[in-house]
């Protein structure tokens, strides 16, 4: 298959998953991820109409973004370390991986001295797993008002990367742990939160079935990725 069969496949199973929870297509965004794939890529999707990419390293997304159209829009979904913060304010249009306090006053920082309000996502390590970055649940609750009083940081819901599973059904505990988590930072901050990014290649209808509104697709759009050196 290529690119535009890909894509027609994706959107067809999106669809049937809305359709199965009773919410509109336009109601989820898909986010095409293209770390390890070239600029000529990013322009082949946006060709047929992508227009948001996710990339999980700064250095490869500060070399790959300028190559690319400029229709292309950027999210950064990996871990960001705080000494990239800078450079993820001036590359994406959203960062959706904050997953320390500490991580968001430095975006809060970098974002004030650049004069831009940064869309953020708070990541929820759902599984509570020791290999992965991501806010306990707990303290995601009790963090949430500094976090929130940050001037330069818009604060736009959660993401959550959840544990490897065999059977994309047996993620839907976590998928459903993050929809909860996002409707209580909800009623602690007294307004809604627009987005819950989550879901990939292997499990996106079962995210889709639990509420996502940003879905981070790679493999299925791209084929399999050539293993980092
Ligand atoms: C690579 C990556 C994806 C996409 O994964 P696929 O299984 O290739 O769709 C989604 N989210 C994050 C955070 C990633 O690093």
């Not at 991580?103 to 992965?132: C, F, H, I, Y």
């Not at 742990?177 to 930072?185: G, N, S, V, Y």
Request: overall charge neutral; hydrophobic content about 45%.
């Amino acid at each position: 298959m290529d690119l535009a069969e890909r894509l027609t496949d994706l959107r067809q199973r999106m669809r049937a998953a809305c359709a199965r929870a009773g919410r509109s297509l336009d109601s989820v965004q898909l986010l095409a991820v293209t770390k390890m794939h070239p600029p000529e890529t990013v322009d082949a999707a946006v060709a047929l109409g992508l227009t948001l990419f996710g990339e999980n390293r700064v250095q490869e997304a500060k070399a790959k973004i300028p190559l690319c159209s400029s229709r292309a829009t950027w999210h950064m979904i990996g871990h960001l370390q705080s000494n990239k913060a800078r450079d993820a304010v001036e590359w994406f249009s959203m960062v959706e991986g904050v997953d320390s306090l500490r991580l968001a006053q430095e975006l809060d920082k970098r974002a004030g001295q650049a004069d831009k309000v940064l869309p953020v996502l708070l990541e929820v390590n759902v599984g509570a797993e020791a290999s992965k970055s991501g806010f306990n649940p707990d303290i995601l609750l009790a963090e949430l008002e500094p976090l929130a009083a940050l001037p330069n940081l818009r604060i736009q819901g959660l993401m959550t990367v959840p544990p490897w599973k065999p059977q994309p059904e047996q993620v839907r505990p976590f998928f459903r742990a993050a929809r909860e988590l996002k409707e209580r930072c909800e009623a602690r901050l007294g307004e809604p939160l627009p987005h819950l990014s989550m879901g990939m290649s292997g499990d996106f209808e079962v995210a889709i079935e639990e509420g996502a509104t940003l879905i981070r697709i790679g493999t299925a759009l791209f084929g399999e990725r050539r293993q980092a050196p």
